[in-house]
């Protein structure tokens, strides 16, 4: 019978289970510090859940230190590694929330009338300007 991997609500019970197994085994945070080489200050935030889930996901080296030390105390096998914490999703479906925008008509006719009034100021610079654009032409013949 496979046995199911341990998941977590936040970093604090994440760290209150390492702080827990580290004293089950006896060893001291400066011992695996310096057995690891990872900031005896780390490990000490990792257990008591100064870091939030956010710091964990963003923060690949935290990932890492968590991970070595996991591994150190001989606790891969029980927590599922890459899915450390349960998942707060919410089901869409049974929820009342409206997904559809009644503003995006709106958006696109202003997205529209924005569009033509860029390329009528294109056109009006173009004729403004149109003996700068003549004599450019000119240069570019006598180069050639």
Do not use: H, P
């Amino acid at each position: 019978m496979k046995q199911e991997k341990k998941t977590f609500k936040n970093f604090y019970e994440l760290g209150s289970f390492i702080k827990k197994k580290r004293r089950e085994t006896g060893e001291r945070v400066e011992s695996i510090a310096s057995k690891l080489i990872i900031k005896k200050m780390i490990l000490k935030n990792i257990e008591n859940g100064t870091f939030s889930q956010n710091d964990y996901e963003k923060n690949s080296y935290l990932k890492g230190f968590l991970k070595t030390y996991m591994k150190d105390l001989g606790l891969l096998n029980d927590c599922d590694v890459e899915n450390l914490f349960v998942n707060n999703s919410i089901d869409i479906k049974n929820s009342r929330v409206a997904l559809d925008n009644n503003k995006v008509n709106s958006n696109k006719l202003g997205s529209l009338i924005i569009l033509i009034s860029l390329m009528l100021i294109g056109l009006l610079f173009l004729f403004w300007n149109k003996d700068t654009y003549y004599q450019l032409y000119e240069l570019e013949k006598l180069l050639k």
